[in-house]
């Protein structure tokens, strides 16, 4: 069993920044890929970035490169989501996921492992 706890949620007014915490434990799933996802009411889970926590391999989703940038400690354990520039539209639940099947990194069904997710709110 694998279990991910994330952190770093909270409320930012737009333009702001976040720093979101993914932090694994119970060892490594799959190929270790670990993976941000967001999810606002009503709307599907969307993929937002994937990274390595012992690799620099990153994907993102295009329309947030530029703006949200993963890095990692591999001592921790921890993949680390920066989000800058933020906007209403990215308020959402994140959550962090690893132990891909297979497919392609946004694709969230693929994901074995999830954690409990942490709520950013972007508001004036």
């Known amino acids: 069993q694998v279990y991910l706890v994330e952190s770093g949620g909270g409320a930012v007014q737009p333009g702001g920044s976040l720093i979101l915490s993914c932090t694994t434990s119970?060892?490594?799933?799959?190929?270790?890929?670990v993976g941000w996802f967001r999810q606002a009411p009503g709307e599907e889970r969307e993929g937002v970035a994937a990274?390595?926590?012992?690799?620099?391999?990153?994907y993102y989703a295009h329309s947030l490169k530029g703006r949200f940038t993963l890095s990692r400690d591999s001592a921790k354990n921890t993949l680390y989501l920066q989000m800058n520039a933020l906007r209403a539209e990215d308020s959402a639940m994140y959550y962090c996921?690893?132990?891909?099947?297979?497919?392609?990194?946004?694709?969230?069904?693929?994901?074995?492992?999830w954690g409990q997710g942490t709520q950013v709110t972007v508001s004036s």
């Open positions: 996921a690893t132990g891909k099947r297979g497919g392609n990194w946004y694709e969230a069904n693929q994901y074995q492992y």
């Open positions: 119970g060892g490594t799933a799959s190929d270790g890929l």
């Open positions: 990274g390595y926590t012992t690799s620099s391999v990153t």
